[in-house]
C-alpha cells in the first residue's frame, strides 16, 4: 500500500466510525482534502487522542489507496493557542467552506498556505485582522477552485473597468455594473483591479491583506458568491454565529 510520512495537515471535521475509532477529513498540502480512519482514536491512552483537533498546524503520516486511507501517526507542531469563542466560530467556516468546495484528492499548496495563515491571525485574536483575512481568504478559494471570475474587467463585455464606476460581482453574472440603487454591495474600478493585482502575487494572501482591509463592502459579495456556489441559502457556521448573538 502507498505510504506518505511527514505531511503537513489541517483537521476540518471529524466523524465516529465505531466505539474507538473516528474518521477524520484533513486538509493536506500535497494531497488536498483526504479521508483518513484514525482507528483506537477515542481511547483514553491512545496517542491520537490529544492532537487530533481542529485548527492546528499537524504532520501526519497515512498510508492506502482506498477512498478512506488509514491515519499512521499525527504531530503537533505547536506554536499557536486554540481559538475559542467567536474566533472559533470563524475557524469553523473556514472548514465548512473547504468541505462544501473542495473535491477530495486535489491538491491546491498555495491554498493551504493561505489557509495554514488565516487560521493564524484567527489564533492571535487580532480582531482588526479577521475580516480581512477571511476576505483574502475566500477570494483565494474561488480562484483556486476557479469560480472567481476575472477582476480587471467586465465578465460579460470583457469591457476595461472605469476607475470611479461602481462594479459589483453577482453570482450568475460576475463582474458588472452595478446599479444606481446599489451603492452598497459595490466597489469602484479601482478597487476591483487592485485585488486582482494583489491575486497575481508572488505572495496573494499578504498582498490582499491591505487591499480588503480597504473594502468593507466586499463582504456581502463573496458571501453571496459563496452560498451560491455550496447551494444554501445561509452556511452553518454562520447561522450559529446569528443564532447565538441573539441569546
Known amino acids: 500500500m502507498r505510504r506518505v510520512a511527514d505531511e503537513p495537515a489541517f483537521v476540518l471535521h471529524r466523524y465516529d466510525w465505531s466505539e474507538s475509532s473516528l474518521i477524520l477529513e484533513l486538509f493536506t498540502r500535497r494531497h488536498g482534502r483526504i ?72 491538491a491546491h499548496p498555495a491554498l493551504f498556505d493561505a489557509y495554514a495563515a488565516t487560521v493564524g491571525v484567527i489564533a492571535a485574536r487580532a480582531a482588526d485582522a479577521t475580516e480581512p483575512a477571511l476576505r483574502a481568504f475566500e477570494l483565494l478559494l474561488l480562484r483556486e477552485i476557479g469560480l472567481l471570475p476575472s477582476l480587471a474587467a467586465q465578465t460579460g463585455t470583457l469591457a476595461p473597468l472605469a476607475d470611479d464606476q461602481a462594479y459589483a460581482l453577482k453570482p450568475e453574472a460576475g463582474l458588472l455594473e452595478a446599479a444606481d440603487d446599489e451603492p452598497r454591495g459595490s466597489l469602484s474600478g479601482r478597487q476591483w483591479r487592485a485585488l486582482q493585482h494583489a491575486l497575481d502575487d508572488d505572495a496573494p494572501f499578504t498582498a490582499l491583506l491591505p487591499q480588503t482591509a480597504a473594502a468593507p463592502d466586499l463582504k456581502p459579495q463573496l458571501r453571496a458568491l459563496l452560498h451560491y456556489h455550496c447551494g444554501v441559502a445561509s452556511l452553518r457556521t454562520r447561522q450559529m454565529m446569528l443564532d447565538l448573538q441573539a441569546l
Not at 487530533?52 to 499537524?58: D, I
Not at 503520516?61 to 503537533?76: H, M, Q
Open 35 to 106: 479521508a483518513v480512519v484514525a482507528k483506537g482514536a477515542k481511547r483514553p491512552s491512545s496517542n491520537f487522542r490529544p492532537v487530533l483537533l481542529p485548527l492546528q498546524p499537524l504532520h501526519v503520516a497515512f498510508s492506502g489507496d482506498a477512498e478512506i486511507r488509514t491515519l499512521k501517526s499525527a504531530e503537533w507542531l505547536g506554536g499557536q493557542a486554540m481559538p475559542a469563542g467567536e474566533a472559533l466560530l470563524v475557524g469553523y467556516h473556514l472548514n465548512e467552506l473547504l468541505l462544501r468546495l473542495l473535491a477530495r484528492d486535489d
